[in-house]
């Protein structure tokens, strides 16, 4: 079962801030909050990803809260492309080193950027 | 750098038949993970591949089984189709125990089963 719980749906409009919640209060200590997007039924991109501390690349920023119970993804000005299913996920380490690390992914949260 | 790149793109097979999937990871990546998104849903973990061996399963019938050959290459088989089997394939490479570097994803392949 998925480790997040997210919204089904958001709307922005093009050239602001879109922020995306996302819920995973059962998350172990030293496992990963990984951001991944679909567009099209194309495979999977990687955005970001964090641990503890706040995260900014090229492309997004991540706000972990201090407890970790919770984060949120922001695309500082939303474009036209950005619009796509977004999917916050929580990395499961394997019981054993080096035997896996899955990810389990929810239903997303699909983001529409309008002009 | 090529990604991860999967082979065929498309795939129509008819109910009983079997089917391989190719997957050739990343560059430096070692492991291959496997997942199938039906549609309108979020993808779901069938297996991962390390050493040549399945490392983690996920909750998928004998009928799903892979192979990862020694240059990290991997295939996935699935055999007597059903149409619940239709579905997107995704392969996906890493790098096995280094859970702070990203999964990177093939665009994957789509099965119709008729």
């Known amino acids: 079962d998925a480790k997040t719980t997210q919204p089904p749906s958001m709307d922005c409009a093009e050239g602001r801030a879109a922020n995306l919640p996302c819920n995973h209060s059962t998350i172990s200590g030293n496992e990963y909050v990984y951001w991944y997007r679909q567009i099209h039924s194309q495979g999977p991109q990687y955005i970001i990803h964090g641990l503890k501390n706040n995260e900014t690349n090229e492309m997004a920023s991540l706000i972990i809260t201090e407890d970790r119970k919770s984060s949120t993804l922001i695309l500082p000005h939303a474009t036209l492309r950005d619009t796509a299913v977004y999917y916050c996920?929580?990395?499961?380490?394997?019981?054993?080193?080096?035997?896996?690390?899955?990810?389990?992914f929810g239903q997303g949260t699909e983001l529409s950027v309008k002009p | 750098d090529a990604g991860v790149t999967q082979s065929p793109t498309h795939l129509i097979k008819t109910r009983g038949q079997q089917v391989t999937l190719r997957c050739s990871p990343k560059?430096?990546?070692?492991?291959v993970s496997w997942y199938q998104q039906a549609l309108g849903q979020g993808p779901q973990f069938i297996f991962q591949?390390?050493?040549?061996?399945?490392?983690q399963r996920g909750n998928f019938p004998d009928r799903f089984s892979g192979h990862q050959f020694p240059n990290y290459s991997s295939e996935l088989n699935v055999n007597a189709l059903l149409l619940g089997d239709s579905a997107l394939y995704l392969c996906?490479?890493?790098?096995?125990?280094?859970?702070?570097?990203?999964?990177?994803f093939g665009n994957g392949t789509r099965l119709t089963v008729t």
């Open positions: 996906a490479s890493s790098t096995q125990g280094d859970y702070n570097s990203p999964l990177h």
């Open positions: 560059s430096g990546h070692d492991t």
């Open positions: 996920i929580v990395r499961v380490l394997p019981p054993i080193y080096n035997q896996g690390g899955k990810l389990i």
């Open positions: 591949y390390y050493e040549e061996e399945e490392r």
